[in-house]
């Protein structure tokens, strides 16, 4: 039992004065255990934001069409002449600078499951090494204490989790000692969660004990940095700068000096990765400008004429890629919670399973969505920043998604995009790296952060020859 005792009169009087009073209508029936249960998550609920929501997207309008015309965002691109490689490099010594000082922390955003994949549990706790078998916290771990060693700082890690693998992902890393960061220089905390109400405004009622409750969004690690205190202790840390990644990227360069350097030297607010897109059709965000102010537009919002549109060089116009990689400023963090969580709340038209009035549960019919859930977007926080900043990345250096069990974005392509990029680090240190006649690799690589983070000081470390199907670890 919790030690924190719920007063069910004034909780059921709460929800009451905001039309919610039939969450309790199964209450009296209920075992102390359920009550509680019941009682712990209407505790929780923001019940005047709730009203405001549900006025809005439920009762109302729903979202306002934003006006002013669109333009695509200046990005600094990937350095192609002498200036640019050089700017670069003064970037690069900034991020340095940064990191060594101790002002930089890493944000990993973890609160999915891994059930997509095959694995019950967090997503974190998948293998991908296409070895060792290394799980994706293990693979952002060692690139963690690679940066730690290298720039001899504390960096700091946090870890965002929801209800559904926090308890899990906190037993993964004890049994596994943190892979030897230190659990005093780690925070895991949890998101908050939003309810999801019928198309009456009423919450819905998962079971008799439970409401249907699901995370707030990536937009609500904003919230869950200030709500945890986790923003106190980064102030405490001296840390200033977060770099800010999800667990899915087998790829991410998690704090890239050059990025921090960028968005250091440009005083950014909150600063963000793009790649090119494949396609005018590959279904991503785009970094666009609209009233002077930064933000992304949805691909599904761009009409196709102008998703089509090309430059005067014969290259999309409308080609910068959202990736979901940022650098956030710390006090940037703290003023978007002031006087309230800031960022807006979008409308998502879901099925979700709950029950009737009768406490039983309600049947759907294929493809019906019986729910509205409230959800926010971490890259809502460009246009309130004054300063923000973008800059390209290489997508086969940056960015490989573990989304789906098959196909694009699968376990298959992240391995095999990890497996690449050792090959080319390889290759650059004078390894011939074996290859079946279609161009594939024909061995399998795996190369550790702690023996080399950007592909460096390879040389006397990888075999001098490597045979077909052979595997190479390092």
């Known amino acids: 039992m919790s030690s924190i005792q719920y007063d069910p009169s004034s909780l059921r009087a709460m929800a009451t004065a905001h039309d919610q009073g039939h969450l309790f209508a199964f209450f009296d029936e209920l075992p102390a255990a359920g009550r509680e249960k019941l009682l712990k ?6 019940f005047s934001v709730l009203d405001r929501l549900i006025a809005q997207f439920v009762r109302g309008p729903g979202q306002m069409a934003e006006g002013g015309k669109i333009e695509p965002a200046a990005v600094i691109t990937i350095p192609a002449t002498e200036s640019e490689k050089k700017a670069e490099q003064t970037a690069r010594e900034a991020g340095e600078a940064a990191l060594r000082a101790g002002r930089v922390g890493c944000f990993l955003v973890a609160g999915g499951q891994g059930t997509r994949l095959g694995i019950e ?4 706790a998948f293998e991908i090494g296409p ?4 799980t994706l916290f293990q693979l952002h771990a060692e690139k963690i204490l690679a940066l730690r060693r290298r ?13 559904a693998n926090d308890e899990q992902t906190r037993a993964f890393f004890a049994e596994r000692h943190c892979f030897n960061l230190g659990a005093e220089t780690m925070r895991i905390f949890k998101q908050a ?22 995370p707030n969004g990536h937009g609500g690690s904003i919230k869950a940095l200030y709500d945890s205190g986790t923003l106190h202790w980064l102030q405490g840390q001296r840390v200033d700068t977060l770099s800010y990644f999800q667990v899915d990227n087998v790829l991410v360069k998690i704090g890239d000096p050059v990025f921090i350097g960028h968005h250091v030297l440009a005083g950014s607010q909150i600063s963000t990765k793009v790649c090119r897109k494949r396609g005018w059709q ?19 919002d761009l009409p196709e004429r102008m998703a089509q549109e090309t430059d005067a060089h014969g290259g999309l116009k409308w080609w910068a890629g959202s990736i979901a990689i940022h650098i956030l400023d710390v006090g940037f963090i703290g003023r978007l919670n002031q006087g309230g969580f800031q960022l807006p709340y979008h409308k998502a038209e879901k099925a979700v399973a709950c029950i009737g009035p009768e406490g039983k549960p309600v049947g759907l019919k294929p493809g019906e969505k019986n729910a509205v859930k409230f959800e926010t977007f971490i890259f809502d926080a460009l246009p309130c920043a004054e300063r923000a900043m973008v800059m390209e990345t290489p997508r086969q250096e940056d960015f490989s998604p573990l989304k789906n069990a098959k196909g694009e974005d699968s376990p298959e392509t992240a391995r095999r995009d990890l497996m690449e990029l050792y090959a080319r680090w390889l290759a650059a240190a004078g390894r011939k790296v074996p290859r079946k006649d279609d161009g594939a690799l024909n061995c399998r690589l795996e190369i550790s952060p702690l023996t080399s983070l950007y592909g460096e000081e390879l040389e006397g470390k990888a075999p001098k020859e490597i045979e077909a199907s052979q595997d190479v670890t390092l």
């Open 41 to 46: 998550q209407v505790a929780t609920l923001e």
């Open 121 to 124: 549990g967090p997503k974190g």
């Open 131 to 134: 070895v060792t078998k290394r």
């Open 151 to 163: 720039y001899k700082a504390p960096i700091p890690w946090l870890i965002m989790t929801s209800d």
């Open 282 to 300: 590959e279904k991503v965000g785009l970094l666009c400008r609209r009233s002077g102010r930064l933000c992304v537009i949805e691909y599904s």
């Open 193 to 214: 969660n939003m309810p999801a109400v019928d198309r009456e405004g009423r919450i819905l009622l998962q079971a008799k004990d439970e409401l249907a409750l699901s």
